[in-house]
């Protein structure tokens, strides 16, 4: 079993900047991808970036050339940074992960962290 705790969330003013964290605990997220979705009010979950086990990363269009996702080995976490925030952005962010490789479709991650709120003000 992995269990995934997001933290970073927050209030930030468009054009500003958060990182976002998903620290696990139970696995080593080594072998794992780990995938950050959101969902805004109304609207479906959707994965903004993965990392695969090789480090492998996929970005959804819309936040592509603002947000990075990036590993944390030492500390057994998946970072996300985002930069140059829209209003648009606002949502609750989860971390997921799933064996080996990448994924958008969030019914193919089995662990889920409780996610965390980001607003951005306009």
């Known amino acids: 079993q992995v269990q995934l705790v997001e933290s970073g969330g927050g209030l930030v003013q468009a054009g500003g900047s958060l990182r976002l964290s998903c620290a696990a605990s139970?696995?080593?997220?080594?072998?794992?991808?780990v995938a950050w979705f959101r969902q805004a009010p109304g609207k479906e979950r959707e994965c903004v970036a993965a990392?695969?086990?090789?480090?492998?990363?996929y970005y959804a269009d819309s936040v592509k050339g603002r947000f990075t996702i990036s590993r944390d080995n030492a500390k057994n976490a998946v970072h996300i940074q985002m930069n140059s925030l829209k209003p648009e952005d606002t949502a609750v962010y989860y971390c997921?992960?799933?064996?080996?490789?990448?994924?958008?479709?969030?019914?193919?991650?089995?662990?889920w962290g409780q996610g965390a709120q980001v607003t951005v003000s306009s």
């Open positions: 997921a992960a799933r064996l080996n490789f990448n994924s958008a479709n969030a019914a193919q991650y089995g662990y």
């Open positions: 139970g696995r080593t997220l080594g072998t794992y991808a």
């Open positions: 990392i695969d086990r090789a480090s492998s990363t």
